[in-house]
């Protein structure tokens, strides 16, 4: 489980605030940011927030340019968040669906074709409200709003650790790392069974979890993603068994 804590980061600045508060704080923050020092940093871009519908304490903010394709919004999502194993998706805008045609060999990865061609100017407008779901046997399900056109700050004042983009996308608030607490023992956990889940009796420290009743390949790591404990999500990092062994 982890503490029921909605706070998080501005990259921009290092402020603290929940996610209502930071896209408030966001619309001012960029106006103050130091302009981008290279041509190859948009100079203006949408400002959208996205939050976690079955885990409303994962959220973040970010930046797009405008001129992006419906692709390029998803492989951001994917590669930032919740990606694990290159699932279907769909974005649902003005009661239109938008769906991907696969991760690793479809649209997502190469040249957008089909539903994800739209660029984000045609779709999106001030204040729109939509949602985007990734993998449809186990969903994560988002809910995104456009908040509206921002200045893009210098990236290069931005540690390498904010630097999470794909693209020209540029992360610019995030909640803050979950403190996962092990549910037998109460200790720091660093393990989330598959079988169990986070909402269950399924995180863990790795002392804990060496006696759990499902293996250790059921196992992934905790991280700070909607798909954190689903699918493969973290799994590249290294299992359980891997690390006992």
């Known amino acids: 489980m982890t503490d029921d804590v909605n706070n998080g980061e501005c990259f921009v600045c290092g402020d603290s605030l929940d996610y209502g508060e930071m896209a408030d704080h966001l619309r001012s923050c960029l106006d103050d940011a130091p302009p981008p020092s290279s041509r190859k940093t948009p100079s203006r871009g949408y400002l959208v927030g996205a939050k976690s519908d079955q885990r409303p304490d994962f959220w973040t903010y970010f930046l797009i340019p405008r001129s992006e394709q419906l692709v390029d919004l998803d492989q951001f999502l994917r590669e930032a968040w919740v990606d694990c194993c290159g699932h279907l998706t769909a974005f649902r805008i003005k009661g239109q669906r938008f769906e991907s045609h696969g991760g690793s060999s479809g649209p997502a990865h190469g040249t957008p074709t089909g539903s994800l061609a739209p660029k984000l100017f045609a ?15 186990q969903p994560t399900e988002l809910s995104l709003k456009m908040i509206e056109e ?48 986070i909402e269950g009796d ?8 060496q006696d759990h009743e499902h293996d250790g390949e059921e196992f992934l790591p905790t991280a700070n993603s909607p798909r954190v404990g689903m699918c493969r999500f973290g799994e590249a990092q290294g299992g359980l068994a891997e690390a006992a062994g």
Do not use: R
């Open 123 to 137: 779709l999106l407008d001030d204040g729109e409200e939509f949602s985007f779901e990734y993998d449809f046997n």
């Open 150 to 197: 921002c200045p893009y700050p210098d990236v290069e004042e931005f540690d390498d650790d904010h630097k999470i983009a794909w693209g020209k996308a540029l992360m610019v608030a995030q909640n803050d790392e979950p403190e996962w607490t092990c549910v037998e023992c109460g200790e720091p956990a660093e393990w989330v069974c598959k079988q169990c889940g």
């Open 202 to 209: 399924g995180v863990m420290c790795e002392e804990c979890a």
